[in-house]
């Protein structure tokens, strides 16, 4: 499975962004996608993931900000964020994994090659 994310760049705190990670290869063997992220300095944490059903999990400091969707017929997942903050800023990776959703990167098997999202003040 080859994951290829699209979206990132620099905006200003209060805009938006959508981030777009298209999938090839085996999908048959995909189930939960998500979006993590990684700050300088920090651990790679979960932002949101879906199934393949549309069930959905995201983390405390981004929900009703971020929106993870997702398109099985064109092996696509999105990720809208409005009302970026500062904090947001981090490098976002795209993954998949056979079964359901998990917190812990380690269970993730497929790995994008990330896209970096630089929010100003």
């Known amino acids: 499975v080859q994951l290829v994310e699209s979206g990132g760049g620099l905006v200003q705190a209060g805009g938006s962004l959508r981030l777009s990670c298209a999938a090839s290869g085996s999908i048959f063997s995909i189930n939960a996608m998500g979006w993590y992220r990684q700050a300088p300095g920090k651990q790679r944490e979960l932002v949101a993931a879906i199934t393949s059903g549309g069930s959905t999990n995201y983390a405390d400091s981004v929900k009703g900000r971020f929106t993870i969707s997702r398109d099985n017929a064109k092996n696509t997942v999105y990720l809208q964020m409005n009302s970026l903050k500062p904090e947001d800023t981090a490098v976002y990776y795209c993954?998949?994994?056979?079964?359901?959703?998990?917190?812990?990167?380690?269970?993730?098997?497929?790995w994008g090659q990330g896209t970096q999202v630089t929010v100003s003040s």
């Open positions: 993954a998949a994994k056979a079964s359901g959703i998990s917190w812990s990167p380690a269970a993730y098997a497929y």
